[in-house]
Structures are given as structure tokens and as C-alpha cells.
């Protein structure tokens, strides 16, 4: 989830004002690997990405005034807990 979420991340800071990296579909194939994981959603949520209905489908947006620094260090929190977790530790 992490990696994915860092993807698009990347991308909207490499173009920031182009609203094609900005946000994703919650409906296709990549997403759906977010939902399969539990508390995948919440975890893009809690890194700052925000949920919103569109004509059609759910999306997932990075906001214009988003501290684009501080959603990567949350990413990279939550990657070193996802990283601990596989390796049989415990969260903390």
C-alpha cells in the first residue's frame, strides 16, 4: 500500500499543478490492491490523501495544499511498520 500510495506521491511532486497525478480511481486494478489490504484506505487517509466522490466513481486526491514533504515522511512511518509486521515483529 505504501509503495503504491509513494508512486503517486512522486509523481504529483514531480508535476504538481497537473491534476492527473493528483488523484486515482479508486476503481481500477491498482487501487483495488489498496482495498484488498486491511486498513488500506484508512492508511492513504491517514497519510493525508483524501477520498472523495466523482461523477461515476470513488477517487483518492492528493489536495492542492498539501504538504507534499509531510505526506512522504507518513508514508515512510508506515512502510517501516508494514516492513516490521512482515517480518513477524510487532507493530508499535
Known sequence: VTSTAGRYLAN???SPSNPR???FRM????SDRIAAVPGG???LERAGFRL???PSDLYASIP???DLGAM???L?????????????????
Not at 27 to 30: F, L
Not at 76 to 92: F, L, Q
Open 52 to 54: 472523495h466522490w466523482g
Open 12 to 14: 504529483a511532486a514531480g
Open 72 to 74: 512522504q515522511r507518513a
Open 64 to 66: 492542492l495544499a498539501a
Open 21 to 23: 497525478y493528483r488523484r
Open 41 to 43: 484506505v484508512a492508511l
Open 27 to 30: 476503481g481500477n486494478r491498482v
Open 76 to 92: 515512510d512511518v508506515m512502510r517501516g511498520v508494514e516492513e516490521k509486521e512482515g517480518e513477524g515483529g510487532e507493530a508499535p
